[in-house]
């Protein structure tokens, strides 16, 4: 799992979530689970730009002071059951070496459609798995951005992701050595019969060993990623995972709901269980992780999110790279100005995935945005409200008001009635002052995003054709 470009790159649907269609205490059922909202609007809403913009117009005129960096590296050594990011497993011989040329060329014209004056504030790298690199490889990534970019690695938070396979010292010291001030550890499972359901080859030794040469490497924030609502897992599993973990006193922990997409692993495998079953068994789980983390000082930072408390910070939120300038390089990265968000084409299937690498390593021009969506004012406004929304501490109605004068109940009556009604909304003391979900609304904080889609990107993702 990932949580860069958060992150992104990050694992999303395939399709527009699900409507209510069960009836429950005068409301229409809300599933919990509809979808994981980790951008908006969501890639399955872009489309092929039929005039291919120059990117040197796209970027003229932005704020170029405080701009987020990510790089996505496309590999994984094995694909989990329920991952649907875009990557593909291993590669031929030669074929990173050309990937990490493509990414050079692309940093080239990038760099060159910024103005004089750009600058970095944050850095992830994410995939993928960055860490399947060889270390003379992350070398030349760190090269990328510091050198291509002019991001300063050692000076600006830098995020990488990375799995327990690849987490080998010479990896890990490159990475230290270059400033990375969080690694993120995709462990999903610490019971080997979890991991082995989910897909995910893995023994709980080699991630246990992962996890003292990542402490012992030094990096101020440790994250680990762990994944609830696997097929067989009770409550006294998951709880022995998250305190497997608290033993190595993470920074941070990601407590992400499995789901089952389309096109992956576990989707062709088939689900174990009807789907209100599941539905009130991650529920379950949910709430006993969130309360097992809040009972051993770790602090909520949104429904996925717990960090403990007075922890170093990494400067990258999860919802960090949802803020306009974010520079994206290497297929299955996105990009967003103020007036557009632009990628490549998105596949889960590996031989769309395959084909999508091999257009990208033989591409020399990068000048142009192929595929995105227009932002407009109405997006903006939207997608403001569903970054902050779902992060624990909400919405400054003020800065809504300064950046959009007006406020979200005038801009989106129907949808906070709905959260109202459900009891998902905050009606504490700062409730003049800051929007906020209730702790109930951060449980449903997969339903509260998809429910803020706009009708023209719900559309757009009902019609896209998943591959």
């Known amino acids: 799992m990932t949580t860069a470009q958060a992150r992104p790159a990050a694992a999303a649907p395939t399709a527009a979530p699900a409507s209510p269609t069960a009836v429950a205490g005068g409301l229409p059922y809300a599933a919990p689970y509809q979808s994981y909202v980790y951008a908006y609007p969501h890639k399955t809403a872009y489309r ?51 990937y990490l040329d ?58 990488v992701e990375a799995s327990p396979a690849t987490s080998t010292a010479d990896r890990l010291a490159v990475l230290a050595d270059r400033g990375t001030t969080r690694l993120s550890l995709g462990v999903q499972s610490f019971v080997d019969a979890e991991a082995r359901s989910a897909v995910r080859p893995q023994k709980r030794a080699d991630v246990e060993a992962a996890l003292g040469r990542i402490r012992d490497a030094g990096f101020p924030v440790l994250n680990i990623d762990l994944i609830y609502g696997i097929d067989g897992q009770t409550e006294a599993g998951w709880l022995h995972s998250l305190d497997a973990a608290l033993v190595w006193q993470p920074e941070e922990l990601y407590l992400y709901p499995l789901y089952v997409r389309p096109l992956t692993g576990l989707a062709r495998r088939g689900e174990a269980e009807g789907p209100a079953a599941w539905d009130a068994r991650r529920l ?110 909400g919405l400054a109605l003020d800065e809504y008001r300064d950046r959009f004068g007006g406020t979200p109940a005038e801009d989106f009556p129907a949808e906070l009635a709905e959260f109202t009604a459900r009891g998902w909304l905050a009606d504490g003391p700062d409730a003049a002052d800051r929007l906020r979900l209730s702790p109930e609304g951060l449980a449903h904080s997969d339903a509260v995003g998809p429910m803020l889609f706009s009708p023209e990107v719900r559309t757009l993702m009902a019609g896209y054709e998943a591959k």
């Open 48 to 98: 092929a730009l039929p005039d291919r913009p120059l990117l040197r117009d796209l970027w003229a005129g932005e704020a170029q002071h405080a701009l987020s960096l990510y790089l996505h590296i496309p590999f994984c050594e094995v694909r989990c059951g329920f991952c649907n990011l875009f990557t593909r497993i291993g590669g031929p011989d030669g074929l990173t070496t050309a």
């Open 284 to 393: 379950a789980l949910y709430r006993a992780g969130r309360d097992h983390l809040l009972a051993h000082g770790y602090e909520q930072v949104s429904m996925r999110m717990f960090r403990r408390a007075a922890a170093p910070q990494a400067g990258v939120s999860e919802y960090a790279c949802q803020t306009d300038g974010m520079v994206g390089l290497g297929c299955g990265a996105r990009s967003y100005t103020s007036r557009l968000h632009y990628s490549f084409d998105y596949a889960v299937d590996a031989t769309a995935v395959r084909r999508i690498i091999d257009d990208y390593v033989a591409t020399e021009e990068f000048d142009r945005a192929p595929v995105g969506r227009a932002m407009t004012p109405a997006e903006a406004r939207r997608r403001h409200l569903v970054q902050s929304l779902l992060q624990a501490d």
């Open 102 to 159: 493509a990414l050079d060329r692309q940093a080239g014209a990038v760099r060159e459609a910024l103005d004089g004056g750009a600058r970095f504030a944050l850095a992830a790298f994410g995939g993928g798995t960055p860490t399947y690199l060889s270390a003379a490889e992350l070398e030349r990534l760190c090269d990328i951005a510091e050198h291509r970019m002019g991001a300063d690695l050692r000076a600006v938070p830098l995020s």
